[in-house]
T-cell receptor, first 117, second 117 residues
Framework: GAGVSQSPRYKVAKRGQDVALRCDPI?????LFWYQQALGQGPEFLTY????????KSGLPSDRFFAERPEGSVSTLKIQRTQQEDSAVYLC???????????????FGPGTRLTVL | AQTVTQSQPEMSVQEAETVTLSCTYD???????LFWYKQPPSRQMILVIR??????QNATENRFSVNFQKAAKSFSLKITDSQLGDTAMYFC??????????????FGKGITLSVRP
């Protein structure tokens, strides 16, 4: 079916606002990853889900960042009280299998570009 | 922790010519994958090629091939017969394998490749 989709594609927020970014992985994909890509940099890992379980959130930069995947499909990344340093492209990726070091290819969405003014 | 270094920020190549993009990495792991991803302007990241560390033979995908030197921790990408559509940012990435690994990718900073007509 369709690839990974993300919405919105662009989001402008005033400093201090809360934002929610959505990821729709490829249907049936078990594993879902969130990455943050600052301008001119490579993506950096934020968090990982296997089905609905958040197995690794070691990359979340602060407690203002929260992610969920309640039914094991769609995921939402929420950022509370946004700061200017949160401005980045947020990428979502999914893989078919549980990613217990299996080496599966990650399929990426187009990203959400967040600009915090 | 793993690190991935792409020391060339940008490169340019004439259409139909060959170009090599460099990548080095640092890890104490023995089992891992290495990847090259392509990110065209305003488009999503797609996999170009992947290499399992335990395989001595270099991976090849049509016009794309790698030179994997495990002892030197080097993983370069060669593009032959460069095409205008190859213009993009290219990221080298590392994935740890095995029990306890969650298949998160560690990316380099990327290199901007421009193909000149």
């Amino acid at each position: 079916g369709a690839g990974v989709s993300q919405s919105p594609r662009y989001k402008v927020a005033k400093r201090g606002q809360d934002v929610a970014l959505r990821c729709d992985p490829i249907s049936g994909h078990v594993s879902l990853f969130w990455y943050q890509q600052a301008l001119g940099q490579g993506p950096e890992f934020l968090t990982y889900f296997q089905n609905e379980a958040q197995l690794d959130k070691s990359g979340l930069p602060s407690d203002r960042f929260f992610a969920e995947r309640p039914e094991g499909s769609v995921s939402t990344l929420k950022i509370q009280r946004t700061q200017q340093e949160d401005s980045a492209v947020y990428l979502c990726a999914s893989t078919h299998r549980a990613s217990s070091g299996s080496g599966d290819t990650q399929y990426f969405g187009p990203g959400t570009r967040l600009t915090v003014l | 922790a793993q690190t991935v270094t792409q020391s060339q920020p940008e490169m340019s190549v004439q259409e139909a010519e060959t170009v090599t993009l460099s990548c080095t990495y640092d890890t104490s792991e023995n089992n891992y994958y290495l990847f090259w991803y392509k990110q065209p302007p305003s488009r999503q990241m797609i996999l170009v090629i992947r290499q399992e560390a335990y395989k001595q033979q270099n991976a090849t995908e049509n016009r794309f091939s790698v030179n994997f030197q495990k002892a030197a921790k080097s993983f370069s990408l060669k593009i032959t017969d460069s095409q205008l559509g190859d213009t993009a940012m290219y990221f080298c990435a590392f994935m740890k394998l095995g029990v306890g690994a969650n298949s998160k990718l560690t990316f380099g900073k990327g290199i901007t490749l421009s193909v000149r007509p």
